[in-house]
């Protein structure tokens, strides 16, 4: 299984950015999945998941601005970005617990991140 995030880059303070990342290989089902962020010097932070189901939670410091949203039929997980602020500025990992198969547990799969610079 791999997750495979895109979609950041250099943009204006006040802007938006939509960052995906789909997911490949063997998949049997998909359940939570999460973007974090982790800026120079900072731990990761959570800011956004969806459930199987649609249900999403942001924390305060994010909500209004970030939307996550899921595409289940293409193993897919997007993050709107809009307002944009220097203080976005981060590397943005998507996230995923994925069962490969009914036999298996469901793991932990992280992509390999996406550089998100907000500035003018």
């Known amino acids: 299984v791999q997750l495979q995030a895109y979609g950041g880059g250099l943009v204006q303070p006040g802007g938006s950015l939509r960052l995906s990342c789909a997911a490949s290989g063997r998949i049997f089902a998909i359940n939570l999945m999460a973007w974090y962020r982790q800026a120079p010097g900072q731990q990761r932070e959570l800011v956004a998941t969806?459930?199987?189901?649609?249900?999403?939670n942001y924390p305060d410091s994010v909500k209004g601005r970030f939307t996550i949203s899921r595409d289940n039929a293409k193993n897919a997980v997007y993050l709107q970005i809009n307002s944009l602020k220097p203080e976005d500025t981060a590397v943005y990992y998507c996230n995923a617990n994925i069962r490969a198969s009914w036999l298996e547990l469901p793991a932990i799969y992280w992509g390999q991140g996406t550089q998100v610079t907000v500035s003018s």
């Open positions: 969806i459930s199987s189901g649609g249900n999403t």
